[in-house]
């Protein structure tokens, strides 16, 4: 589970740390342009590299410097706890004077404060399973650690760990209308942000843990949107979703509500991270949309209560009745005075109702995150 995300000189964040500690269930409120979309972002750079983007301008870019000016290196460093043993993986991207593309200035990964990987621009060092180190170059514009060869025997595991962590994380911005009869620009294995390749990701799950299907089941049925549901099955990529009343009928999953697909969606979230030997770090931003007021409430209980007995869920909202199913101390408050400025340390609503010395339940803070103060 994440422990701790550090950024700097990122949109709007700088030197922004968050020390997540033992949370598996977070809710992060905030007004529009508090950081709360770029937060997922950052998530989203650090999936992708641990799925093997190495090409930092795939993933960065000089707009994505405070203000769009790399005066500054760009740090990002997540730090993780897998087992026994605690993951820091950071790097720092610079743009020197005469250079067009960003160049990667240090990157390092430590396994329980041992330095594993780190790197100097183009320099590299290794150490591997022996204790022995490799040094070698890599190219300034690409990230190393997606390109690391693993041999059991002769690079150290901790590559292997992080970058499975890493790839697994399910970052989720979900456009409804973009889930079904899309052509996937991913592979099957990582599901989107937009979730474009939605139906390719749950068939790919289904074939590799069959247990998804009676687990996505049992949850459906029992939603009251969905009554009617009798199962669903694929069809090659794509997913029949049959419905029983008097008669059945099987229709496309792209033929669902925008709503519907929403409630396929966190049933299929809350099955994998079931039914995965590890399970999974999941940043869904806003997944209060699309839903009717009456389902939100039933939704957030759900996820919530799945990822409090393993794996880590981390949702933002605008929506009381969300927010709602989170105790204060779960509760994240996202703050920024103007586009001037930088996003603020982030504080639970406990502690700012605390500092506030506000009494009363968390609606008197206005919890779509627009508390003044």
């Known amino acids: 589970m994440l422990t701790r995300i550090y950024i700097h000189n990122y949109k709007c964040f700088q030197n922004f740390e968050f020390d997540f500690g033992k949370i598996h269930e977070a809710a992060i409120i905030g007004q529009n342009g508090s950081g709360k979309t770029t937060l997922s972002c950052v998530f989203d750079v650090l999936r992708r590299i641990g799925s093997g983007t190495a090409i930092v301008e795939e993933l960065i870019g000089v707009r994505d410097f405070w203000h769009a000016s790399p005066r500054e290196m760009l740090r990002i460093e997540a730090s993780f706890q897998i087992g026994a043993m605690c993951y820091t993986y950071g790097f720092a991207l610079e743009l020197p004077d ?4 960003l160049r990667v200035a240090e990157e390092t990964l430590a396994a329980n404060g041992e330095k594993i990987l780190s790197r100097d ?6 150490v591997n399973r022996s204790g022995s180190q490799s040094h070698f170059t890599n190219d300034w514009h690409e990230f190393v650690l997606p390109r690391i060869f693993i041999q059991d025997g002769a690079t150290t595991n901790a590559v292997k760990e992080v970058r499975s962590f890493l790839s697994d994380i399910l970052v989720l911005r979900p456009i409804p209308d973009d ?3 899309s052509m996937a620009v991913d592979e099957a294995h990582n599901l989107q942000p937009r979730c474009a390749n939605f139906e390719d990701w749950l068939c790919c799950q289904y074939a590799e843990l069959p247990d998804v299907y009676d687990n996505m089941k049992t949850w459906l049925k029992e939603s009251r949107p969905l009554q009617d549901f009798a199962g669903f ?4 990529s794509r997913l029949l979703i049959r419905f029983k009343a008097k008669e059945s009928i099987d229709i496309p999953f792209s033929w669902l509500s925008s709503g519907e697909k929403i409630f396929f969606l966190a049933a ?5 991270n079931d039914c995965r030997d590890r399970p999974i770090l999941c940043f869904w931003d806003e997944p209060d949309n699309y839903l009717s007021l009456s389902e939100i409430g039933r939704v957030m209980a759900s996820l919530r209560h799945c990822f409090a007995a393993r794996g880590q869920l981390i949702i933002t909202s605008h929506s009381d009745e969300a927010i709602s199913k989170f105790t204060d101390e779960n509760v994240f408050h996202l703050m920024r005075n103007s586009h001037l400025e930088p996003t603020l340390p982030m504080q639970s609503v406990a502690q700012r109702k605390k500092d506030m010395e506000l009494e009363g339940e968390k609606e008197t803070l206005l919890l779509t995150g627009d508390l003044e103060g």
Do not use: S, T
Not at 121 to 126: D, F, H, K, P, T
Not at 233 to 236: E, F, H, S, T
Not at 268 to 272: I, K, L, S, T, Y
């Open 179 to 181: 889930m079904g009869d």
């Open 121 to 126: 621009r183009a320099q590299v060092n290794l």
């Open 268 to 272: 299929a979230v809350m099955a994998v």
């Open 98 to 101: 005469g250079f067009r593309k």
């Open 233 to 236: 099955k694929a069809n090659g």
